[in-house]
């Protein structure tokens, strides 16, 4: 490839930068988070973008071998990013991204040391474990479930199947003849992955909102549920508490941290209140960082710095990082009304 067909490839590079990017930017906005789904996801589709740019580089100007290792590493990292965001909605992720990066340091050595032949077949059939493995991801556990998972999947295969192909005509004709130089080179295959790349930014966004979505939907149910107890608490004894605990901070802590610390924190506080209450209240999450507690009037009141004790004691990591504040605010409620209102506020 010279700069003839460098120029026009930097080009559509340069486009799905910022078509993808721009659309990840803009469905997560001023809440933007590394280390979610979408953090991660982002992150992949840099590495793919960036990999075609190091290759235009390394083809068009310059061909320095580190540049051709750090495009090899980048375009490997790609698809096992994807396999660590969508596994993050399996809840399955603590390992992995270390796994990811020794497998991308692995590549850029083995770039620098072996052939261009060797290192191009070990990068071809790491391609193909990464998309096979996203594509697997994609279609087990709750992610299966998820919108825009099956365009993941389906993309992912799509690009294996491509992959499969530069293995077997790579080792047939060699990088530089036949089949493999005409439909397998530098040049066609960066552009496959810039396309791949924009489709599957509409099932990644697809997913990110899906996901958002189903928290609310969690919401809405957990409130059906805490009025239905409150109804019946009301109806029995004339009176309600309708208490809520809340965590001081909680964009601070978001920004701090990341959205997996505030699951953290959600997951902490509900337990925690569920253990300080007796067994005939009803606790949920109604709210990041939020947590009602309906129970009979004549329950005991909780208090902030013991729910905050209890709050730690429920979280390993929260313990080993940063507890927040708590508030705890108590409304009696005594008519029917009332309770209307208290609920459409929660």
Request: charged share 15%; glycine share 8%; hydrophobic share 55%.
């Amino acid at each position: 490839m010279n700069a003839m067909t460098g120029l026009p490839l930097v080009g559509v590079s340069i486009v799905a930068t910022f078509v993808v990017l721009a659309a990840f930017l803009w469905v997560r906005g001023p809440s933007y988070r590394s280390g979610s789904f979408l953090g991660i996801a982002t992150a992949s589709a840099v590495f793919a973008v960036f990999s075609s740019l190091l290759y235009v580089i390394y083809f068009s100007f310059e061909h320095a071998v580190w540049t051709l290792a750090a495009g090899d590493a980048a375009m490997v990292l790609a698809p096992a990013l994807l396999w660590v965001a969508v596994g993050a909605l399996n809840e399955r992720r603590q390992w992995r991204l270390w796994a990811v990066i020794a497998g991308g340091v692995g590549m850029f050595v083995c770039s620098i040391l072996l052939s261009e032949t060797v290192s191009s077949g070990i990068k071809i059939l790491l391609l193909i474990v990464g998309c096979a493995l996203t594509a697997i991801e994609a279609r087990v556990g709750r992610a299966r479930a998820t919108s825009g998972t099956l365009a993941i999947a389906a993309t992912m295969i799509g690009y294996a199947l491509y992959s499969v192909g530069r293995v077997v005509f790579l080792a047939i004709d060699g990088l530089y003849d036949g089949v493999y130089a005409q439909y397998f080179a530098t040049g066609p295959t960066t552009i496959a992955g810039v396309l791949a790349v924009i489709l599957l930014a509409f099932g990644v966004l697809a997913a990110a909102r899906d996901e958002r979505a189903s928290r609310r939907v969690q919401q809405v149910g957990t409130r059906d549920r805490l009025a239905a107890r409150a109804r019946a608490i009301l109806a029995e004894h004339g009176a309600v508490s309708w208490r809520v605990a809340t965590v001081d901070e909680l964009e601070l802590i978001r920004e701090s941290f990341g959205q997996e610390y505030i699951d953290e924190v959600n997951t902490a506080l509900v337990d925690a209140c569920t253990r300080m209450l007796a067994d005939e209240a009803e606790v949920g999450l109604i709210g990041p960082g939020r947590v009602a507690m309906v129970c009979a009037v004549a329950t005991p009141e909780v208090a902030a710095d013991e729910l905050r004790q209890r709050f730690a004691q429920s979280s390993d990591r929260l313990r080993e990082t940063y507890v927040p504040d708590l508030e705890v605010a108590a409304t009696t409620v005594e008519s029917d009304v009332v309770l209307a209102v208290v609920i459409a506020q929660a």
